[in-house]
């Protein structure tokens, strides 16, 4: 099969970026590198069809596959033999403690909110480029990042008492 103009350039140019994305929305490198390859296959078909920047194109498709995937997966707990060690008092680590509470409170929210804190404070695009991603209106793009940051605010784990836990 004969490569697309072009599409070679942009994988090797943009893919880091996109996987970032990727990674971010799924919160599992292996997850996300499969993301990210989806996303490229399906690119890779409509290659010729894409008019302009096709990175736009691409992260919908990201958005897309993940939300897909996302009702797919089932979601029930997973048992484990150890537990987690406590730690005695903070440390030079205790950043990395903060960083993890953040990233399960985001994973909490429902895949559209965190789709758009993702695009927004991640990727630093605007509301109307995260509305042409998510093929939806600026102001549910403004009602989603409103409705994720109230309950990121809400969230007892990101509480200066749910810290000391």
Excluded at 49 to 75: F, K, M, Q, T
Excluded at 77 to 96: C, H, I, K, N
């Amino acid at each position: 099969m004969i490569t697309p103009e072009g599409f070679d350039e942009f994988v090797a140019t943009r893919s880091p970026r996109l996987l970032r994305t990727a990674f971010l929305l799924t919160r599992d490198w292996a997850l996300a590198e499969d993301l990210l390859q989806t996303a490229l296959a399906r690119a890779w078909e409509a290659w010729r069809r894409i008019e302009g920047d096709p990175e736009p194109y691409v992260r919908r498709i990201i958005v897309n596959a993940n939300a897909s995937w996302w009702r797919r997966r089932w979601r029930g707990e997973v048992p484990t033999a150890d537990l987690p060690e406590v730690a005695a008092e903070a440390d030079r680590y205790s950043g990395l403690d903060d960083r993890d509470r953040l990233w399960r409170a985001l994973g909490r929210l429902p895949r559209r909110q965190r789709a758009v804190l993702v695009l927004r404070y991640f990727e630093d695009l605007s509301d109307a480029e995260i509305a042409e991603v998510l093929h939806c209106s600026v102001g549910t793009v403004k009602s989603q990042a409103s409705r994720a940051l109230a309950k990121l605010r809400l969230d007892e784990t990101l509480s200066p008492e749910g810290m000391l836990r």
